[in-house]
């Protein structure tokens, strides 16, 4: 796996003593660049990927649960069989992605870009927050949410319900 550094990209941080570059989970690799890497079965559970670069990165099984992928490009990537439950990918764009036998249980997805994405070949979409998602057609709609997918729309910020304490 290879690191490349775009213009003002901020170093990763992984966070983790690991000798093997597939196990990062809860590493903060916020802004990197990923772009048309082999990721086969990379270990990234609760990892920080907030904007990073991973269009057309083969992800074929790895773990993205918990993930942060926020603003992130995967436009093309092949995300088959990833385990991307509880993962936030708010205003992703997963153009053309391949999602099939993903799990996709209580991820978020609102405001992602999903054009050319066939969300009805992942494993689950139960809890799936697709809110503001763009590129899918009413009756891909009707038949996610017949699969437990919820197209509520997402609350602003300033409106959202603060943290219990």
Do not use: Y
Not at 50 to 71: C, H, I, P, V
Not at 116 to 143: K, T, W
């Amino acid at each position: 796996m290879t690191q490349k550094k775009q213009k003002n990209q901020k170093p990763a941080k992984t966070g983790t003593a690991s000798q093997d570059p597939r196990h990062l989970t809860a590493a903060d690799l916020s802004d990197v660049n990923f772009s048309t890497d082999d990721l086969t079965g990379a270990e990234l559970a609760q990892a920080k990927l907030n904007r990073a670069n991973m269009k057309e990165t083969n992800l074929t099984g790895a773990d993205l649960s918990g993930a942060k992928l926020n603003r992130a490009s995967l436009a093309g990537a092949n995300l088959e069989g990833v385990d991307l439950h509880e993962a936030e990918l708010t205003e992703t764009d997963l153009r053309g992605a391949n999602l099939h036998d993903s799990d996709l249980h209580d991820a978020n997805l609102e405001g992602a870009n999903l054009t050319g994405v066939d969300l009805e070949c992942a494993r689950d979409v139960r809890g799936a927050r697709l809110g503001g998602a763009r590129g899918l057609s009413d009756d891909q709609r009707d038949r996610l949410t017949a699969k437990h997918a919820s197209f509520a729309e997402p609350q602003p910020a300033e409106l959202a319900d603060p943290p219990a304490s």
